[in-house]
């Protein structure tokens, strides 16, 4: 049995990755470590690239559209969503880059490939309800992204689950402006019955 100690056992391994290292280098990131199937990964990656594009489309779409008494307040969270799913969507092609991968921007394909659906909502309550499906369509299917990455891509399976908590927050806005419109929209319902 080794000692901890013995500064031979870390060269020994340090040798060992300076050799690999060397090989195949082309390959970049992706070493003889990675555990993960690479075609598998990207595919799904690309899955949540696409997701995050539509979702920036709708959210700047819906601040745009916003109409209404509350309209303003509402339409600066959903340019602010937007922008977030961007940083989304740029972290997922770097990544996918780093995996020796090509990001599909292609428009062509785009509502197949993404999880959530481009609803665009009539009215500011009809937006902020197809936001929030959209939210939690992504924290499901990126909670099981993270599960499938598991151990064998732990690099993907942190940035996904760094997505994931902002995509949380962004239901939870959601949930809270549904909520607020719908409260706001009772009291002036009462007051015309008064």
Do not use: W
């Amino acid at each position: 049995m080794k000692d901890k100690n013995d500064k031979n056992t870390f060269l020994t391994d340090i040798s060992e990755i300076r050799r690999r290292a060397r090989q195949h280098i082309e390959e970049g990131a992706v070493t003889d470590s990675y555990k993960g199937d690479r075609k598998v990964v990207l595919r799904v990656l690309n899955e949540a690239l696409a997701t995050e594009i539509v979702c920036v489309l709708r959210y700047k779409r819906h601040h745009y559209m916003a109409k209404g008494i509350h309209s303003q307040a509402v339409a600066e969270e959903f340019l602010e969503h937007a922008a977030e799913e961007q940083e989304h969507a740029d972290m997922i092609a770097e990544r996918i880059t780093q995996l020796d991968g090509e990001p599909n921007f292609n428009p062509d394909g785009l509502l197949t490939r993404s999880h959530s659906e481009y609803v665009e909502g009539e009215s500011l309550t009809d937006m902020i309800r197809e936001d929030l499906i959209a939210e939690r369509i992504a924290v499901e299917s990126y909670s099981e992204i993270i599960r499938y990455l598991s151990d064998n891509d732990p690099t993907s399976r942190r940035m996904m689950e760094s997505i994931l908590a902002k995509e949380e927050e962004h239901a939870e806005d959601m949930k809270t402006l549904l909520e607020t419109i719908a409260n706001e929209e009772k009291k002036q319902d009462r007051n015309k019955a008064s």
